[in-house]
């Protein structure tokens, strides 16, 4: 089985629909980074998590840690068509700032 | 904004020839890392860097490669027998400190080797 899974794969919801993203490790997680990617291109910082419970905001976008510090959701609040992207977790295993990535979600958002 | 500045965007090259990736961490930044996608794949970590030495790497980082900060801006990684399988989106990333900072990618070298 894989350290870091992502579900779902891929999605596609109404413009101004909510979402929700996660992702779930086999193993207790340092530290959990949200990213967006379009295709072909580089990564951009969302948010970081560290602690279990903790939960951050930017604009419409949402994440959270579970207290166990196994899984983390992102959480997108009225969709765009600007959200639309692929979205990748990346886990801090070993306080080294090296992250495992999940298999990313695909996100569509039809206008 | 201060960003990770790769360069150049896309390198084609032939099988067997040396390539070198350029990135410009952000400028306050210590800790510098390479990772790649094969396309459709996951985005795996190479190696991290600080203090001028590699401080992790993992098993895809094999002798074909190296990485060096010839200067106090730059950042390269350097493949010296490219194959096949090595054509992929290179992604420098860098931060602040070791441990809970934020990472930031660069926009990716697209590297396709014929």
């Known amino acids: 089985s894989q350290e870091l899974e992502q579900s779902p794969q891929s999605l596609i919801v109404q413009e101004g629909k909510n979402l929700t993203i996660n992702c779930t490790s086999s193993?207790?997680?340092?530290?959990l980074y949200w990213y967006k990617q379009k295709y072909g291109e580089g990564l951009i910082f969302l948010m970081m998590l560290q602690k279990g419970g903790e939960e951050k905001s930017h604009e419409k976008i949402t994440a959270k840690l579970d207290e166990k510090k196994q899984q983390s959701s992102l959480h997108i609040t009225a969709s765009q068509p600007s959200h639309a992207g692929i979205y990748l977790c990346?886990?801090?295993?070993?306080?080294?700032?090296?992250?495992?990535f999940g298999g990313g979600t695909r996100l569509m958002v039809k206008p | 904004e201060p960003e990770v500045t790769q360069t150049p965007s896309h390198q084609v090259t032939q099988m067997g020839q040396e390539v070198i990736l350029r990135c410009v961490p952000i400028s306050n930044h210590l800790y510098f890392y390479w990772y790649r996608q094969i396309l459709g794949q996951k985005v795996e970590f190479l190696v991290s860097f600080y203090n001028n030495e590699i401080s992790e790497k993992s098993e895809i980082f094999d002798d074909q490669f190296s990485v060096e900060r010839p200067d106090g801006s730059n950042f390269t990684l350097k493949i010296r027998s490219t194959k096949l399988e090595d054509s992929a989106m290179y992604f420098c990333?860098?931060?602040?400190?070791?441990?809970?900072?934020?990472?930031?990618f660069g926009q990716g070298t697209r590297l396709t080797v014929v």
């Open positions: 990346g886990a801090d295993y070993n306080a080294g700032n090296m992250l495992t």
């Open positions: 990333a860098s931060t602040t400190g070791q441990i809970n900072t934020e990472a930031f």
């Open positions: 193993k207790t997680l340092y530290g």
